[in-house]
């Protein structure tokens, strides 16, 4: 059993590494950041998901492949990321080591990452799980923005949905207590990372806790399983490339939350309430609405994920973007251009039928110039309003005072109590809309 948190004075670190094809170079870089930590009471374990042979003869790594504090294992079957990492974690643990910390083939730590993680965890206490920040670099260059400022993380503890549907730890920054490890050594299929697994895990327990400190760098390049999109282009090193998956999306994506939802009720302590509440398809989607409730105007990007989610509960039937692909790829160019030339002249040709051309034309040069400037004016300010909600994320006010002024100068336009009322709505609801769109920028 952990001890209470006046007692626990963590010291042993174990360093799971899961690696596959690493780069020489790159990986003795990791190496030579652990050999480097001012906190030497660690040890390293390598699963290698390739030929350690491939590796072996490679100079740079010669003074780590003799080193006892690295214990390399190859795998006698390939078994993909997550297994990798599992297998890792787990001889990691067996160790008997205080505490657990992930590291990837090609990243590198700050001289005090271990030790100044382990200051900050002696503080949150047993049962929890630590995250530092981390600076991106790419070569020689190290950009200025770090990974928690690029995901727009910040420093609230998180409920066990919000951490499902929002995986806001990153692997290569995170200690935590071996306990956890002990407990729930297998990473169910729903979870695609170790990293989101644990965090979940930590957050049934006694939670998920930050480090302000940039403590690593995050290496960019070509072959990323995962990135930062923004940072990616401006080093010109284009978008991660994409892993195969279902092609509905959505589904695909109801499936992975309600699976980690069930995994949770089942594994994690949890209390009887929210136990049955992940354990029902209508329960998650509550929570969801709960999420969405309880986060509206302080965390938007979990707003936007909780609607993600509840999208993706509601999808029955299968999308049929693929099977529409499939057809349009058969047919011709010109065909495709005659068929559209087809479709919009009839389209054209039921609407003046049904209508009375007299009548559309009537309406149209009936309409007075103040509707034309009220189009003008709008069409104008939503991307003002877009702009002003990217840069002052706490311009809700100022939005409703916008529409209040608008809805009165239309009352006194058209003396139309439900004309002033629309447009006082208007503004408001494309603003709500625009917060729950399906793209929120979350950096995933």
Same mark, same amino acid.
Request: hydrophobic share 50%; aromatic share 10%; with cysteine.
């Given at each position: 059993?952990?001890?209470?948190?006046?007692?626990?004075?963590?010291?042993?670190?174990g360093?799971?590494?899961?690696?596959y094809?690493?780069n020489?170079?790159?990986?003795a870089?990791?190496?030579?950041?652990l050999?480097?930590?001012?906190h030497?009471?660690?040890?390293c374990?390598?699963?290698?998901?390739s030929p350690?042979?491939?590796?072996?003869?490679?100079p740079?790594?010669?003074p780590?492949?003799n080193?006892?504090r690295f214990?390399?294992?190859e795998?006698?079957e390939?078994?993909?990321?997550?297994?990798?990492?599992?297998? &890792?974690?787990?001889?990691?643990?067996?160790?008997?080591?205080?505490?657990?910390?992930?590291?990837?083939?090609?990243?590198?730590?700050?001289?005090?990452?271990?030790?100044?993680?382990?200051?900050a965890? +002696?503080?949150?206490?047993p049962m929890?799980?630590?995250?530092?920040?981390?600076?991106l670099?790419?070569?020689?260059?190290?950009?200025?923005?770090?990974v928690?400022?690029?995901?727009?993380?910040?420093?609230?503890r998180?409920?066990?949905?919000?951490?499902?549907?929002?995986?806001?730890?990153?692997?290569?920054?995170?200690?935590?207590?071996?306990?956890?490890?002990?407990?729930?050594?297998?990473?169910?299929?729903?979870?695609?990372?170790?990293?989101?697994?644990?965090s979940?895990?930590?957050?049934?327990y006694?939670?998920?806790?930050?480090?302000?400190?940039?403590?690593?760098?995050?290496?960019?390049?070509?072959?990323?399983t995962v990135?930062?999109?923004?940072?990616?282009n401006e080093l010109?090193?284009?978008?991660?490339?994409?892993?195969?998956?279902?092609?509905?999306?959505? #589904?695909?994506? &109801?499936?992975q939350?309600f699976?980690?939802?069930?995994?949770?009720?089942?594994?994690l302590?949890?209390?009887?309430? #929210?136990?049955?509440?992940?354990?029902?398809?209508?329960?998650?989607?509550?929570?969801?609405?709960k999420?969405?409730v309880? #986060?509206?105007?302080?965390?938007?990007?979990l707003?936007?994920?909780?609607?993600r989610?509840?999208n993706?509960?509601?999808?029955?039937?299968p999308?049929?973007?693929?099977?529409?692909?499939?057809?349009?790829?058969?047919?011709?160019?010109?065909e495709r251009?005659?068929?559209?030339s087809?479709?919009?002249v009839?389209?054209?040709?039921?609407?003046? +039928?049904?209508?009375?051309?007299?009548?559309?034309?009537?309406?149209?040069?009936?309409?007075?110039p103040?509707?034309?400037?009220?189009?003008?004016?709008?069409?104008m300010?939503?991307?003002?309003?877009?702009?002003?909600?990217h +840069?002052?994320?706490?311009?809700?006010?100022?939005?409703?005072?916008?529409?209040?002024?608008a809805?009165?100068?239309?009352r006194?336009?058209s003396?139309?109590?439900?004309v002033?009322?629309?447009?006082?709505?208007?503004?408001?609801?494309?603003h709500? &809309?625009?917060?729950? #769109?399906?793209?929120?920028?979350?950096?995933?």
């Amino acid at each position: 059993m952990p001890q209470s948190a006046q007692e626990w004075k963590p010291s042993s670190v174990g360093i799971a590494l899961a690696a596959y094809q690493p780069n020489p170079a790159w990986l003795a870089e990791q190496l030579a950041s652990l050999v480097a930590q001012t906190h030497t009471d660690w040890h390293c374990v390598i699963t290698l998901d390739s030929p350690l042979q491939d590796i072996q003869n490679a100079p740079v790594l010669q003074p780590y492949l003799n080193d006892d504090r690295f214990t390399w294992i190859e795998n006698g079957e390939r078994l993909g990321a997550r297994r990798n990492f599992e297998k &890792a974690i787990h001889l990691t643990a067996q160790r008997g080591v205080d505490l657990i910390s992930f590291a990837d083939q090609d990243d590198i730590w700050l001289p005090e990452k271990i030790s100044e993680s382990i200051k900050a965890i +002696t503080v949150s206490g047993p049962m929890t799980l630590v995250a530092t920040d981390a600076y991106l670099f790419s070569g020689d260059n190290v950009m200025s923005q770090t990974v928690d400022a690029l995901h727009r993380i910040t420093n609230i503890r998180k409920s066990l949905e919000e951490i499902i549907i929002y995986p806001s730890v990153t692997g290569f920054t995170v200690l935590l207590d071996a306990q956890l490890v002990l407990r729930h050594p297998q990473i169910p299929v729903p979870m695609r990372y170790h990293d989101h697994w644990f965090s979940v895990v930590a957050t049934a327990y006694k939670g998920v806790f930050r480090c302000a400190l940039p403590l690593a760098l995050y290496r960019q390049h070509e072959g990323n399983t995962v990135g930062i999109s923004s940072i990616r282009n401006e080093l010109g090193l284009g978008a991660v490339p994409k892993q195969k998956q279902d092609t509905d999306r959505m #589904r695909g994506l &109801a499936q992975q939350h309600f699976g980690a939802a069930s995994i949770a009720a089942q594994e994690l302590p949890v209390d009887v309430v #929210r136990r049955a509440f992940l354990r029902w398809r209508l329960g998650w989607i509550l929570l969801m609405v709960k999420v969405i409730v309880h #986060r509206s105007f302080t965390e938007r990007l979990l707003v936007v994920q909780a609607f993600r989610a509840i999208n993706a509960q509601l999808t029955f039937f299968p999308s049929q973007t693929s099977r529409m692909q499939e057809l349009w790829a058969r047919v011709l160019i010109r065909e495709r251009l005659f068929s559209s030339s087809i479709i919009v002249v009839g389209a054209f040709t039921v609407v003046i +039928t049904a209508l009375n051309i007299a009548v559309v034309l009537e309406l149209i040069f009936g309409l007075k110039p103040a509707f034309w400037v009220g189009l003008s004016m709008v069409s104008m300010a939503l991307p003002v309003l877009k702009h002003l909600r990217h +840069t002052y994320p706490n311009a809700s006010l100022l939005l409703i005072g916008l529409s209040a002024l608008a809805a009165a100068a239309a009352r006194l336009v058209s003396d139309s109590a439900l004309v002033s009322a629309v447009t006082f709505a208007l503004p408001i609801l494309w603003h709500v &809309a625009y917060r729950l #769109r399906w793209r929120g920028d979350t950096g995933y």
